[in-house]
């Protein structure tokens, strides 16, 4: 999986936004409801570098991988940062994606997964927007 692909995951999830900022932070950030799963540093020397949240034990794990570091200000956080994309399995990649993803969905208020669930139905056709019935199956699925 090279960065291009990785990008375009990290911004295929349901109500993943993208936020590119610049100087002097020179960051490319992927969030759902505020809360940032991933992001890349856009600037030399350390473009395209790549982190993502993992759990306590995964970080004790990954650090100790070559190519693999605590992420610059976020590593207490169990935030990690691999050096080359191309060099991980894309099967791990997601893994580690998609469990920063739902750590940070389970983490936003229920209003806001409400929301996301209701604009995901909305754009498949699965329900009218504002229904009572439709936000109690998204809740009970996120339970």
Request: hydrophobic fraction near 40%; glycine fraction near 8%.
């Amino acid at each position: 999986m090279n960065v291009r692909e990785l990008k375009s995951f990290c911004g295929s999830f349901p109500g993943a936004g993208r936020t590119l900022y610049g100087e002097p932070s020179n960051i490319l950030v992927y969030d759902v409801g505020g809360r940032t799963f991933a992001y890349f540093k856009t600037s030399d020397p350390e473009r395209w570098r790549f982190s993502t949240r993992v759990s306590p034990d995964r970080f004790i794990e990954l650090t100790d991988v070559p190519g693999v570091k605590p992420a610059r200000y976020r590593g207490r956080y169990h935030w990690i940062t691999i050096v080359e994309v191309a060099r991980f399995p894309a099967a791990y990649l997601t893994e580690l994606v998609e469990a920063s993803y739902q750590r940070a969905f389970a983490s936003i208020s229920r209003a806001k997964r409400v929301a996301i669930g209701e604009a995901i139905r909305i754009a498949v056709g699965e329900s009218q927007p504002g229904s009572a019935d439709a936000a109690r199956k998204y809740e009970n699925a996120v339970r």
